[in-house]
């Protein structure tokens, strides 16, 4: 099938490469030239694993292109709008992207052609554009396939989905959408993947219906470490007795600095910006728990580090283990270590940051951090080591080696993510999360 893609950031460029291993004919674009650029050339703007490789592959193939141009997606029987959704001043996503994609697009489609929205949108938003399509374009329809993409799993994700959506309207249209679809998922469908086929609103809500439940999963673990602390439990033992219960389930249960990124945090605040403005805001009142809880564990950790060190922070070295906000990814948006980080250095510390991937994103939002190229490097003569995101490169750190390097041998597991017993064992002080 002939298709196209709207929008070349995460989402999108992930998506536009998928559906050309998938063997499609694919038209990706985006406003900016210095983007379409770098994807024509093979190379993603981004670390995501297995997305360099089924890029290369479809450029190789000729079943993808990249371009600035919308009137090269005319002829495409479907074509995905993948912009982002950022979130506003008051916590409502910015639709601007949405609407101004929608509005390029439009002039390119034809009767008979799919708009499908894979962004997170506000419940509701589906209804407005898809009568927007009709009037422009009689024939044409809107449906919504929400994305469930985990950064660092994204193509895997696309290519291989735990399930499909197809959010469509009622009637022949959303009979001819859902055999669109299927013809696009053709492959995904053969290996066995769940279909649903739902209508509009209830396709908008899935997304940040899931986003709101594991967010609040996370915090709820991170509160059972505020008790754990200072009861004297141990909070890892305890997600691993909770979590034998099905019910509960132990993934998402891991206590720690909480949740960051570009979806986590600004859904469930644009979540209930929209419950708001539908006159159900208290529905989602107890987000705004979740949400504090989870900022929470931030300050959590620089009153650690500054008792650790002895009451305060300023002139030490401190040791920064990861800046993403999760392995592999090089994504900083909210992340938890990086704002850390910040803090310390605020305090007057000095900082020595590193992550395998993400120091050159760190470095355009703080550039005042200090960023080295290895872990050992930052760990020289340090005073306090924080591991803030759980690579493996840290999670096998030899501790024996790394107390001949630290000045002090004083660490913060912000991931519960180190053999505790080994780094005590060879002369470390450690402090978990909720430990």
Known sequence: MRISVIGCGYLGAVHAASMAKLGHEVVAVDVDPVKIERLAAGDAPFFEPGLPEILAEAIASGRIRFTTDYAEVAGSRVHFLAVGTPQGPTGAADMTYIDSAIASLTPHVAAGEFVVGKSTVPVGTAARLAAGLQDAVPGATLVWNPEFLREGFAVQDTISPDRLVYGVPSGPAGSSAVEALDEVYAT???????????????????????????????????????????????????????????????????????????????????????????????????????????????????????????????????????????????????????????????????????????????ARIHPSLSYVDSASAALQDADLVLVLTEWNEFRTLDPAAVVAQVASPVVIDGRNCLDRDAWTAAGFTYRGMGR
């Not at 053969?190 to 609040?216: D, H, I, M, Q, Y």
């Not at 300050?299 to 060190?309: D, F, G, N, P, Q």
């Open 188 to 362: 995904t469908l053969a290996e066995g993947t769940p279909r649903l086929v739902v209508n509009l609103p209830t396709a908008e809500l899935v997304k940040v219906s899931a986003n709101a439940f594991l967010a609040t999963k996370i915090s709820f673990i991170n509160a059972m470490a505020e008790i754990a602390e200072v009861a004297g439990a141990d909070v890892t033992a305890l997600a691993d007795a909770i979590g034998h219960d099905d019910r509960i389930g132990r993934k998402f249960l891991n206590a720690g600095l909480g949740f960051g990124g570009g979806c986590l945090p600004k859904d469930i605040r644009a979540f209930q910006a929209r419950a708001t403005e539908l006159g159900v805001g208290e529905s989602l009142d107890f987000l705004a728990d979740v949400d504090a809880i989870n900022l929470r564990r931030r300050a959590h950790v620089v009153t650690l580090a500054s008792e650790l060190l002895g009451g305060a922070v300023a002139g030490k070295r401190v040791a920064v283990l990861g800046l993403a906000f999760k392995p592999n990814s090089d994504d900083v948006r909210d992340s938890p270590a990086l704002d850390i980080a910040a803090r310390l250095l605020e305090l007057g510390a000095t900082v020595s940051a590193y992550d395998p991937e993400a120091n050159h994103t760190a």
